[in-house]
Structure formats: C-alpha cells, structure tokens
Nanobody, 123 residues
Framework: QVQLVESGGGLVQAGGSLRLSCAAS????????MGWHRQAPGKQREVVVT???????NTRDSVRGRFTISRDNAKNTVYLQMNNLKPEDTAVYYC?????????????????WGQGTQVTVSS
C-alpha cells in the first residue's frame, strides 16, 4: 500500500512563505517523478512544479523564482518552498508521484496523489 502524506499548508499574508512536504511510503521500488499540482476554486488542477529522478525540474512560469522544489531521496520526500506568496497562489495543493511499485511478483509504474493541503494567501 503506497501513500503520499502531505503537510505544511495554512494561511499566510501576501509576501509570506510556506513550506509543504510530501512523504511517500509503501512498497516503492523507484521514484520516477514527484511534484506538486494545485487547484483553485472553480479552476482546473494545474501543474506547479515537478522533479524527476535525475533531478530535472520543471516549474510553472507564474511561480518561477518564488517556488522551489527539493527532495530527500533517503526519506522519499519532496518539499515545496513557497516564497513571496500572492493571493492568486491560493489553492489546494496536491502532491503527485509517478512511482514504480511492487505489484505481486512484478513491478508496475503507477501514479499516486496526496490528500491535498490548503494554502490560503490573504491580500
């Protein structure tokens, strides 16, 4: 059973900072890609930033220079440092992981989602 557990959301004033974390646990053979998505009220879920197993990072234009993704491979954990937050960053943030996991006697590549954590930025 694979789980992604997120933490770190909250309420912050514009210009403030928050740090999100996402820990993956379970029968994980390898982590291919991990990242963060977000969904604001009335809008579609969008990719914020991702990091591959070889360290390639893709960052959404609107958060580049303000948001930084990092990872701790030993802990199967990724972090999202969010600085200079803006009201338009308000959303539920979801951790996403593309993992190779044990599947009976074999391995399978599957996508997993965290439960989501609310980030609210007041103006």
């Amino acid at each position: 059973q694979v789980q992604l557990v997120e933490s770190g959301g909250g309420l912050v004033q514009a210009g403030g900072s928050l740090r999100l974390s996402c820990a993956a646990s379970g029968s994980i053979f390898s982590i291919n890609v991990m990242g963060w998505h977000r969904q604001a009220p009335g809008k579609q879920r969008e990719v914020v930033v991702t990091i591959t197993n070889d360290g390639r990072i893709n960052t959404r234009d609107s958060v580049r220079g303000r948001f930084t993704i990092s990872r701790d491979n030993a802990k199967n954990t990724v972090y999202l440092q969010m600085n200079n937050l803006k009201p338009e960053d308000t959303a539920v943030y979801y951790c996403n992981a593309d993992l190779t996991v044990a599947d009976g006697r074999n391995f399978a590549r599957r996508m997993f989602w965290g439960q989501g954590t609310q980030v609210t930025v007041s103006s």
